[in-house]
């Protein structure tokens, strides 16, 4: 370059300082030797002209690319990029040059095969927690198993995945296979924290509400309760002026929760009292929309009319005297 004792025209200064900023990603030597070529060659072209170097030149930009091109170095971004390259190659060198990555890379390398069993299990469990939610995901007889269908569907999907993901595995892919598979192990791993949610949320779930084993009867259930030799689905109350009354918890003569014992059903709607037990008694029952956590009509009841009661007093004066042949109730007549 010039010898900073020479006088130096401020336009070639400042040309040549936006054509130095545009090949600062060059290397040291070859940045200097292209300067120096530029710096003669402004100094000459001010001699000749008062006008700016720009309206000769064009902009530094663009005169430091040609500069580029006639040298026969990459342009900026393919340097940029190199560089970046660089920098992430010595980065790594610094990284396996340490004595305890080897050991690690190794460990992790034989844990290949179990990822590759694991992936195929996330696959089919994300596909159905997307598709029903953590209400209907997990098959509630087979533990850890998503629900395809059935509890036993679901295990031979994640059985046929898990081997197409092994077989997968084991095969040599290419650069652009290889960058495929990245792409889809991130997705995965990254599904690790919904999918088990989901299953945390299902498994809790089951222990709040155990399941109940359902019996099919050729006559009318012993268990339940029955209305004319059909067995009572839902139950609907009315209070004295005809409306129908929600969550109303009904007994028997002797303090037993009245429950219908109609099994487990992932769609009913469960309600649980302050003590995280399920109220199997809560009535009338309500059934979420297939898919969903929502009940579409929470008003339903059935096609009757309810007349309002008329009032009657209940205190003694409204009480019929016992005749001499009428008994008092004993103890133990349940009340009513």
Not at 43 to 55: I, K, N, Q, R
Not at 147 to 161: Q, T
Not at 191 to 197: E, G, H, R
């Amino acid at each position: 370059m010039v010898n900073s004792t020479t006088t130096v025209d401020p336009r070639v200064a400042t040309y040549l300082a936006g054509v130095a900023a545009a090949l600062d990603d060059l290397r040291r030597g070859d940045r200097e030797e292209l300067l120096e070529e530029v710096e003669e060659h402004l100094a000459d072209l001010a001699g000749e002209s008062a006008a700016p170097l720009t309206s000769r030149l064009g902009e530094p930009e663009v005169y430091a690319a040609e500069l580029r091109a006639s040298a026969g170095l990459p342009p900026r971004e393919r340097a940029s990029r190199a560089a970046l390259s660089r920098t992430v190659g010595v980065a790594r060198a610094a990284v396996m040059a340490q004595p305890w990555v080897r050991p690690v890379l190794d460990f992790l390398t034989s844990l290949r095969p179990l990822w590759w069993v694991a992936r195929g299990w996330l696959l089919v469990s994300l596909i159905s927690v997307v598709q029903w939610g953590s209400w209907g995901a997990w098959s509630q007889r087979l533990p850890v198993v998503p629900h395809v269908g059935s509890g036993l569907m679901g295990l031979l999907a994640v059985l046929a995945v898990a081997v197409v993901s092994v077989q997968i595995g084991r095969r040599a892919w290419g650069p652009r296979g290889r960058r495929l598979l990245i792409g889809v192990n991130t997705v995965l791993a990254l599904a690790v924290i919904p999918v088990l949610a989901s299953l945390s949320e299902a498994t809790a779930r089951n222990v709040r509400e155990p399941q109940v084993a359902v019996s099919y009867y050729p006559q009318a259930p012993h268990q339940g309760v029955t209305s004319r030799g059909d067995q009572v689905r839902n139950i609907y109350a009315y209070d004295a002026a005809g409306r129908l009354l929600t969550d109303v918890r009904l007994y028997d003569d002797v303090g037993r929760p009245l429950d219908l014992q109609l099994g487990q059903d992932p769609d009913r709607r469960a309600l649980f009292d302050t003590q995280g037990q399920v109220a199997t008694n809560a009535y009338p029952l309500r059934y979420f929309e297939p898919g969903t956590r929502v009940v579409a009509d929470p008003s339903a009841g059935p096609q009757v009319v309810v007349p309002p009661l008329v009032p009657q007093p209940m205190g003694a004066s409204a009480t019929p005297a016992p005749s001499a042949t009428t008994s008092a109730p004993s103890a133990t007549t349940p009340a009513r």
